[in-house]
């Protein structure tokens, strides 16, 4: 299961419990609206409370099973989630592909450079935030980005 140190915090992780330097969504989405020079003053993030809502609901059992079962079902709906649900004024598709592929690295699922080019990564992007692409759609995309799975 993933864990978070604090409310934005991936500081994780899901089996081995790895510490991620307390790299913060937030932080990540900073990065990226920074580098493009349109970070809003006083901060980027737009709903706190849809961005709390992911990350908790990734954790969440029902009747005794995980809601999200797997590392991909947890870094697509987060993902996805940022990406369809634009918790932030700008920066969520960069930030939710970026989450969702940097939650399968930092938990040992890696994926190839080859696999993932940045056309097929804003195409993608585009098609979840337009409604083209499901969440399911989306777990299948990522899981086929893997070219080595945890041991």
Same mark, same amino acid.
């Given at each position: &299961?993933?864990?978070?140190?604090?409310?934005?915090?991936?500081?994780?992780?899901?089996?081995?419990?790895?510490?991620?330097? %307390?790299? +913060?969504?937030? %932080?990540?989405?900073?990065?990226?609206?920074?580098?493009?020079?349109?970070?809003?003053?006083?901060?980027?993030?737009?709903?706190?409370?849809?961005?709390? #809502?992911?990350?908790?609901?990734?954790?969440?059992?029902? &009747?005794?099973?995980?809601?999200?079962?797997?590392?991909?079902?947890? +870094?697509? #709906?987060?993902?996805?989630?940022?990406?369809?649900? #634009?918790?932030?004024?700008?920066?969520?598709?960069?930030?939710? &592909?970026?989450?969702?592929?940097?939650?399968?690295?930092?938990?040992?699922?890696?994926?190839?450079?080859?696999?993932?080019?940045?056309?097929?990564?804003?195409?993608?992007?585009?098609?979840?935030?337009?409604?083209?692409?499901?969440?399911?759609?989306?777990?299948?995309?990522?899981? %086929?980005?893997?070219?080595?799975?945890?041991?």
């Amino acid at each position: &299961m993933l864990k978070f140190l604090s409310l934005y915090q991936l500081s994780v992780v899901y089996v081995k419990f790895i510490k991620v330097k %307390d790299l +913060s969504i937030i %932080d990540i989405n900073r990065q990226f609206t920074v580098e493009k020079g349109v970070y809003a003053p006083g901060g980027n993030l737009r709903s706190p409370g849809s961005l709390d #809502h992911n990350l908790k609901i990734i954790q969440k059992k029902v &009747m005794g099973k995980d809601l999200f079962p797997t590392i991909y079902d947890k +870094s697509a #709906h987060l993902g996805y989630s940022i990406i369809s649900g #634009h918790p932030f004024i700008d920066g969520n598709k960069r930030t939710g &592909m970026y989450i969702a592929l940097f939650t399968l690295n930092v938990n040992d699922y890696k994926t190839s450079v080859q696999k993932v080019s940045n056309e097929e990564v804003v195409e993608i992007s585009l098609e979840v935030e337009n409604n083209d692409k499901s969440e399911s759609e989306f777990v299948c995309w990522l899981k %086929d980005k893997v070219i080595s799975e945890q041991v």
